[in-house]
């Protein structure tokens, strides 16, 4: 998983963790230099962080404690582990596989789903549990793909455990490489992935569920989760001025150092190191639809790179942030629903510490002068909010503007 803080290209290398900053977007990162590399169909715009085939050569993978100096020590069950797959896993998969209403989100869209005799698809299966209910909910057989092999080796020992070794294979690839004749032997008949991140799309979901309906589905393949929404909110919160701007202390005026401050990047919750949940906030604008994602058809280029969408503020205050959260949903019906809006979240310490939202600061660029300027509005008035998105749905961007008066 990855934290997907920037917004544009050029910052769009970040860091290698999973729900805050990004790990690795190609065709910037070289794939590795391998006939199947060479023969897949199509390279994914993002890499989990940690996968084998993220670097150009084994030369180029850091090894977790690498970077010590000889006197300090590391336990021999780390030494020989890929530096970005245990920054990886210590920062959200043990909060990931400890949010049982996740887990639970899973299990019942799984029971639903997959009927006997179903051959069920994985996508980046980790520690193996999704690929381990879905065997459990009846799955003739499940493949689980995974793309480090560490983390490969390791899920294969837990569904050893669990004594379900006879039900699922796992793969170490990406599903990108994976063939139906050679990988799996046949199309599967039910897809389940939990490729989402502190975006709905953050993970590139959009690209690599696409791939997978193309060549590894049967035609009325089910797909979980099946769609999801990502929403804003418009908010204004003292407790996060206090992190991103100054006025002054004493009778010192800082105000000038607010020149730096950024409001062009998306950047999560947990990167400020908060629980929006629990920050002290005022919702000037409430749950607003930007995406909506239907999984069954969409892909690469289904969503618009820009649009206008509509608001009108609910109350007079200042508007500091954009603020993103998502839905999730099970099937088709939206009967099960997977949320990280903060009113959902505040009683689920894990989904904050894994995904949590995303805040993007906003200024207003009507003024003239030196900015930023705040963004102060009135009960009743129109605005607009510019919503930028990349071609695969995991990197966004907003603006806010001042709507025509009635």
């Given amino acids: 998983r990855c934290h997907r803080t920037p917004t544009s290209p050029s910052l769009n290398q970040a860091t290698p963790h999973k729900r805050n900053t990004c790990a690795l977007r190609t065709p910037t990162n070289t794939a590795h230099h391998n006939v199947e590399m060479a023969e897949r169909e199509e ?37 020989d582990k890929n530096t970005a797959l245990i920054e990886a896993v210590n920062d959200f998969h043990f909060a990931m596989l400890n949010d049982k209403d996740r887990n639970l989100f899973y299990r019942e869209a799984l029971r639903e789903q997959v009927k006997e005799g179903d051959i069920v698809l994985e996508i980046g299966t980790g520690s193996g549990l ?37 039900k699922i294979t796992v793969i170490n690839k990406l599903s990108t490489q994976v063939k139906v004749g050679r990988d799996i032997p046949e199309k599967a008949d039910v897809l389940v992935s939990e490729i989402l991140g502190t975006l709905l799309l953050g993970e590139s979901a959009l690209q690599y569920v696409a791939d997978a309906r193309r060549r590894l589905l049967k035609p009325k393949a089910a797909i979980i989760p099946a769609a999801g929404c990502q929403y804003i909110s418009l908010v204004q919160s003292a407790d996060l001025k206090s992190i991103t701007s100054v006025q002054g202390w004493d009778d010192l005026d800082l105000r000038g150092f607010n020149a730096l401050q950024d409001t062009v990047s998306l950047v999560f919750t947990k990167q400020y190191g908060f629980r929006l949940s629990s920050a002290e906030h005022t919702t000037i604008v409430g749950k607003t639809p930007v995406v909506q994602v239907d999984f069954s058809k969409d892909g690469v280029g289904s969503l618009p790179l820009e649009q206008s969408i509509p608001l009108v503020a609910e109350c007079d205050g200042t508007i500091d942030a954009v603020i993103t959260y998502w839905d999730a949903y099970g099937e088709p019906a939206k009967r099960h629903v997977m949320s990280t809006d903060p009113a959902e979240t505040l009683n689920n310490f894990p989904r904050d510490m894994q995904w949590g939202q995303a805040i993007q600061l906003v200024e ?43």
């Fill in 43 to 79: 390279i994914p715009m993002w890499l989990p962080p940690g996968a084998d085939y993220a670097h150009a050569s084994d030369d180029d993978i850091v090894m977790f404690g690498s970077d010590l100096e000889a006197h300090f020590t590391i336990p021999e069950r780390l030494a």
């Fill in 364 to 406: 207003d660029q009507e003024p003239k002068g030196p900015g930023p300027h705040p963004f102060h509005v009135h009960k009743g008035e129109a605005l607009v909010l510019i919503v930028r998105t990349s071609e695969d749905g995991a990197v966004m961007q907003f603006a806010l503007q001042r709507g025509e008066s009635a």
């Fill in 130 to 166: 999704l690929a381990m209910l879905a065997a459990k909910a009846g799955a003739k057989h499940v493949y689980a793909i995974e793309a480090n092999h560490d983390m490969a080796a390791l899920a294969t020992h837990l569904i050893g455990v669990n004594q379900l070794s006879d």
